[in-house]
């Protein structure tokens, strides 16, 4: 497929947008072997933009807007793949999924709305398959750490135990970092659509939701404290949601690779003993408090206005610069043995280590999976990806995968 550019960033002049920009600079350079634009609806913007982040004049740049299907149909025809940071999806997502699946251009964003998945695997998939694109949803935090970790560990438990591992458990061990505006915007888009159509609460409650025409064992809730098996207690994991659907895309797209009876779930550790405990009671009362005010419209209105940060807003380089994460995962074969791994990443989770991720799961599609490896269709970065992304990931992005037994 011949294209102008490898990849074009969609969405460059917003907060995450900017920061894909930065690194595909500083890893990549211009006019080099990848080739790359900037993209956004206001020329005039992508230009301070450019500046702003010590770009040369001849990067290029791509006007292109999602109320504009024809703008998105053109850059869709342009490159290889599309970084789109442009989000809700949900509101502003689909234009450039048909743009890209008719173009038979690969996609990658930073999604963790699942039930705008569900409805674009339903809507696209089929089509995807015909025209060879490869659209790969949730390629940042939610949720390469988790759907690439458990990926690695089910690797190295088929290497070496000869088997997939039954039962995984990914656990959140140490996470320094804040929500994007975003990522907020993506909830408040998604409560407030529930509210509209309340069969979305059906989808967003099934861990099966991604999965059409299979239904596995049930899941463990991940809602309520509990004494982990590692010894430690564990609160339910916000991103939780979206990860687990994510996990069992994966094995579905896999062919049931870990098994038809594959059980995951996610939690956040919080120490031992009775101050582990406290700790796991008092994140578990701070979730439910703020689940009860975002159920709230006009509570949704005042923290919208006055307390949640807004789309385009994100923290400062230097609490991005210290951020940091460690996820491990522990996992069982069916007859008990067992194995664990971590993946370990430096920078915010949110913004510097995802704009990282973002840009690395591009290239991998651009330069490292064929698609006579994937072929078309809608996936995951594990399904797709795997370890040639995990490859890129601890070379380019700050990350590390390890096996810890």
């Known amino acids: ?28 350079g211009v006019g080099g072997d990848v080739k790359w634009a900037m993209a956004g609806r206001s020329k005039s913007k992508l230009e301070a933009v450019r500046t702003e982040i010590g770009a040369p004049a001849d990067v290029p740049l791509v006007i292109a807007d999602a109320s504009n299907p024809a703008s998105l149909d053109a850059m869709a025809q342009r490159t290889k793949v599309v970084i789109t940071t442009v989000g809700p999806y949900q509101l502003y997502g ?12 690969d996609y990658v964003d930073l999604c963790g709305e699942p039930a705008w998945m569900a409805a674009m695997i339903a ?4 089509q995807a398959k015909t025209t060879g694109a490869r659209i790969v949803f949730s390629c940042g935090f939610d949720s390469i750490p988790f759907d690439l970790g458990v990926t690695f ?37 998604t409560l407030e659509a ?12 099934n861990p099966f939701a991604l999965t059409p025409g299979f239904t596995g064992p049930a899941q463990p809730s991940g809602e309520t404290v509990v004494l982990d098996a590692s010894g430690q207690w564990a609160a339910p994991f916000v991103m939780a949601t979206i990860n687990t659907k994510n996990v069992h895309r994966s094995n579905y797209l896999l062919k049931q690779k ?36 975002l ?34 995962f522990q996992g069982e074969t069916a007859d008990g043995r067992t194995l664990r791994a971590g993946v370990k990443g430096q920078k915010d989770p949110g913004y510097g280590s995802t704009s990282r991720m973002i840009a690395e799961s591009a290239l991998c599609l651009a330069r490292d999976v064929g698609r006579d490896e994937t072929g078309g269709g809608v996936w995951t970065p594990g399904a797709a990806l795997g370890a040639k992304l995990i490859a890129r990931l601890e070379a380019n992005a700050l990350m590390r995968f390890t096996l810890e037994n």
Not at 194 to 204: A, F, G, H, Q, Y
């Open 94 to 105: 689909e234009p450039m999924v048909a743009a890209c699946v008719k173009a038979g251009t």
């Open 1 to 28: 497929m011949a294209r102008e550019f490898d990849v074009i960033v969609y969405g460059a002049t917003g907060f995450t947008g900017r920061l894909v920009a930065e690194h595909m600079l500083a890893k990549y």
């Open 194 to 205: 529930s509210k509209r159509d309340p069969s979305m609460l059906k989808t967003l409650a």
């Open 295 to 328: 159920n709230f419209a006009p509570a949704r209105a005042v923290l919208r206005a006055f307390v949640l940060p807004k789309p385009g807003q994100g923290p400062t380089k230097e609490q991005r610069e210290t951020g940091f994460y460690d996820v491990g």
């Open 258 to 293: 870990w098994g038809a009876d594959f059980v995951y779930d996610e939690m956040t550790l919080t120490g031992d003993g009775a101050a582990g405990q406290k700790r796991a009671k008092a994140a578990k009362r701070g979730g439910d408090m703020l689940n009860g005010l």
């Open 153 to 189: 560990l089910q690797d190295q438990a088929i290497s070496r135990l000869g088997v997939p591992l039954q039962r995984v458990r990914g656990r959140v061990r140490k996470m320094k970092g804040g929500f994007s505006g975003g990522t907020v915007a993506s909830l408040m888009a």
């Open 123 to 126: 809507k696209y998939d089929a």
